[in-house]
């Protein structure tokens, strides 16, 4: 069957907008992941804290950064 963490990550896959899901994923990497998932997990919550910035206080490079991290 499927581990909790592949439950979680299902649930970002069906929910690609919502942060909650990826929150509750970095949570889970954080507890039982190793030093990569850690890591994983600072991401996750760095890429939810600039996608929060206001667009009026986004760089050009901010803006690119986010359409070639999207494709």
Do not use: K
Request: glycine content about 4%.
């Amino acid at each position: 069957g499927m581990s909790d963490g592949d439950a979680l990550f299902a649930v970002i896959l069906a929910r690609p907008d919502e942060d909650v899901p990826r929150l509750a994923y970095a949570d889970w990497l954080d507890e039982f992941g190793a030093a990569a998932d850690r890591a994983r997990a600072e991401l996750i919550r760095v890429q939810i804290e600039i996608a929060a910035v206001p667009d009026a206080l986004r760089t050009s490079a901010d803006v690119r950064f986010l359409e070639l991290r999207t494709r």
